[in-house]
């Protein structure tokens, strides 16, 4: 039991917070929701890749620095700390590439995951569609059997950056006679510019545009684009969704940087009593989840894999992100309500968190029943 | 870095979770609550075998310690078995015994489990005195003042607290000057981490009961814990129990006051939650005295207030970062 870090583990921080002090752009980069945004943020994805910072946590070869899961963690305090800009890539490098690392081919890994690291690519997730969200194991998008490859048809929903990302990857239904709606399906990469992809673009709560639906009419994707073996994808998918609930989706320093944030605005506003007591919580929250997340490290480092107990992570950070950005806006007072201030924004996007990666009550369910082993039952 | 438990500890809160089991608790924690101190004792007795208070208590008086984390694992498991008695209390007096005389003179009985402590901490915001718990079945009555430490020579009277297990008393002004400048507040943070790892326990079976109960309790031909409502609550019940542990034990590695303030804080208000939605699962059963589930339900509203309400601790949370800390 330890919470020390090595002489390694703090020079890394050390090199990591030297290099942010130099390189975190000094205003703001427009939203990465905006086409504008979109560019700035991937010229800061090769920026940070020039140095090898993208990607830590990655194999050397790939573009990361071999950093393990303390060390990433380390990075991520840093770099919220220093108030770096969001990660435009984020959904490729904590999704995809989980999952090409654990399931893909060398081939795969060699000819997407340097193009991932750097921003040249970036991808885009195509998992929900209409009439399966919760319910994803009911998808009906089909993947028909080609000369070489697959042809995929059907309409794919909220997707996250969808509108200028470069490639997606999802899931699509290969074997439409598999006796369970979890059978059958295929893991496979397309390319969002590619024949027969139509992107309509979807504005959000928040009123930015890069969320999107897709439409799909035979779309062409080779063989060499399928990860796993046809049939397997649910399980493949999966695998990855506990990866992104459980410690790759929000690093503890978000919510470490955030809190900070909240209790020098409530200090700023001459520390009011009545609200002492959610900054507090906010603070308590964001240190329980770094501590929690150093424990799943150690024990992911240990050989543990992190199954169900994922699901309580995303319900505690989703939740805890709410909470500190409602106290931020109470104690902003009537101007706590205008829209294009950095607090506003992050209370908007801090709503979403209960309903993607998986809604909160499904996470609960898992928790109830995986965890606790209560009885399955009508949801 | 490596922020988990080592194996001894597991292995620690093992054995003490097969020794406790097989000990009857409950109708140990029940009799104590009668004033009837016999097998309670024996228990601690046992307990003390164990290392429990050793972890307190220096080497140079006999002790192992101090062990911050060893407490913590092992107050968890008295919380989990409900181990009736002034537990906290007789590791924050060893906390507070630094004077080399009566450390020499208290201390080796405290470690050896040969005697019990209690301690009525009067802080400046105390209007009617403090209560000291289980003054009746401790032999060493701590009372500390800003004037200093004293050992009281007897208490007045027993009043009953709203968890049936835990007696309240006062102790009797004067007695022998122990040291005038104890270290107060370090042994704030180990009655604090102490109380916390205890609720943690508490919470975790008050879960564990409930789990069990609704897993078999059948209305409208299935299972309670089949109906989404309820399993929902369970599962926030877990999340809020699983959160608060890393800052018990992160709280334990650093003994910051913020980290305790902040484990107490959430450690409590989990175990609390937890014993709401056990009595709500529990229906009218759980309402009962005579269901053991009472014993814990009665004793996570006890531990929420004990050592610092959960607003006195968030205050010491942002107390602490008025200055700025370094991560």
Redesign the interface.
């Given at each position: 039991?330890?919470?020390?870090?090595?002489r390694e583990?703090e020079a890394f921080r050390e090199e990591a917070r030297a290099w942010l002090a130099a390189h975190v752009p000094r205003t703001a980069l427009p939203s990465l929701e905006t086409a504008e945004g979109f560019a700035a943020h991937r010229a800061w994805e090769a920026e940070l890749a020039a140095d090898r910072w993208s990607v830590v946590n990655w194999p050397a070869r790939y573009g990361g620095r071999d950093a393990g899961l303390?060390r990433w963690l380390l990075f991520e305090?840093e770099y919220w700390?220093a108030d770096a800009p969001g990660r435009v890539g984020q959904n490729g490098i904590g999704l995809l590439a989980p999952t090409l690392l654990a399931h893909g081919t060398e081939e795969q890994r060699a000819r997407v995951l340097p193009p991932m690291a750097t921003g040249e690519v970036v991808w885009a997730q195509a998992w929900s569609e209409p009439e399966a969200g919760s319910d994803l194991a009911s998808l009906r998008s089909r993947a028909v059997r080609a000369e070489g490859g697959w042809l995929l048809s059907g309409q794919k929903t909220w997707s996250s950056r969808a509108a200028f990302a470069d490639r997606a990857f999802g899931l699509f239904r290969s074997d439409p006679t598999a006796p369970k709606p979890h059978q059958g399906l295929l893991y496979v990469m397309f390319g969002l510019r590619a024949p027969g992809v139509t992107v309509r673009p979807v504005g959000r709560l928040d009123g930015e545009p890069t969320f999107a639906e897709l439409f799909l009419d035979e779309v062409f994707v080779p063989d060499e684009d399928v990860i796993g073996e046809p049939g397997d994808g649910w399980r493949i998918a999966m695998s990855t969704a506990a990866d992104e609930r459980g410690l790759t989706l929000r690093s503890p320093g978000r919510f470490?940087a955030a809190a900070d944030r909240l209790?020098a605005l409530w200090?700023a506003k001459g520390?009011p009593p009545e609200t002492?007591?959610r900054?507090?919580?906010a603070?308590?929250?964001a240190?329980?989840?770094q501590?929690?997340t150093?424990?799943a490290?150690?024990?992911t480092?240990?050989g543990e894999r992190l199954g169900p107990?994922s699901s309580?992570n995303k319900?505690?950070w989703s939740e805890l992100d709410i909470a500190l950005h409602e106290t931020a806006l109470d104690l902003l007072g009537a101007r706590g309500e205008a829209a294009d201030t950095a607090w506003a924004r992050r209370y908007v996007f801090a709503l979403a968190g209960p309903i993607y990666a998986g809604t909160n009550?499904i996470?609960?369910?898992i928790?109830?029943?995986r965890?606790?082993?209560?009885?399955?039952?009508?949801? | 870095m490596r922020f988990l438990l080592d194996p001894e500890h597991r292995a620690f809160a093992a054995s003490l979770d097969a020794m406790l089991t097989a000990a009857d608790t409950p109708g140990t924690a029940r009799e104590w609550g009668r004033g009837e101190h016999a097998r309670g004792r024996a228990l601690w007795a046992r307990i003390a075998d164990a290392g429990v208070f050793a972890l307190a208590v220096p080497e140079a008086y006999e002790g192992l310690g101090p062990r911050p984390v060893d407490l913590a694992v092992a107050f968890v498991e008295l919380g989990r078995h409900a181990v009736p008695g002034p537990l906290v209390e007789t590791v924050t007096a060893a906390a507070l015994l630094r004077e080399p005389g009566p450390a020499k003179r208290l201390l080796p009985a405290l470690a050896s489990g040969a005697s019990m402590a209690t301690v009525a901490y009067e802080d400046a915001s105390s209007e009617e005195g403090a209560f000291a718990l289980d003054g009746d079945a401790a032999d060493v009555r701590l009372s500390v003042t800003p004037a200093g430490l004293r050992l009281a020579p007897g208490y007045d009277g027993v009043r009953p607290s709203l968890d049936p297990a835990r007696r309240l008393a006062r102790l009797s002004a004067g007695g022998e000057l122990l040291s005038v400048g104890p270290p107060a507040p370090r042994a704030l943070l180990t009655a604090r981490l102490a109380t916390a790892a205890q609720a943690l326990g508490v919470g975790l079976a008050l879960l564990e009961r409930t789990v069990a109960y609704v897993g078999r309790r059948t209305q409208f031909g299935v299972p309670v814990g089949s109906f989404q409502a309820v399993k929902h609550r369970l599962a926030d019940t877990r999340i809020a129990l699983e959160f608060a542990r890393p800052l018990v034990l992160g709280a334990a590695v650093t003994m910051a006051p913020a980290d305790v303030a902040a484990a107490k804080a959430s450690a409590c208000e989990a175990a609390y939650g937890a014993a709401r939605t056990a009595l709500q699962a529990h229906g009218a059963i759980g309402y009962t005295a005579e269901y053991d589930l009472s014993l814990w339900l009665t004793k996570a509203r006890a531990l929420r207030t004990a050592w610092g309400t959960p607003d006195e601790c968030r205050a010491a949370v942002l107390a602490a970062r008025a200055r700025p800390v370094s991560r």
């Open positions: 039991m330890d919470l020390t870090l090595t583990e303390v305090e700390a470490l209790h200090r520390g002492a007591g900054v507090a919580d603070l308590i929250g240190r329980a989840y501590l929690f150093y424990a490290a150690a024990r480092r240990a107990e309580m319900v505690f009550e996470q609960r369910d928790v109830a029943e965890l606790l082993g209560l009885p399955k039952g009508r949801r | -």
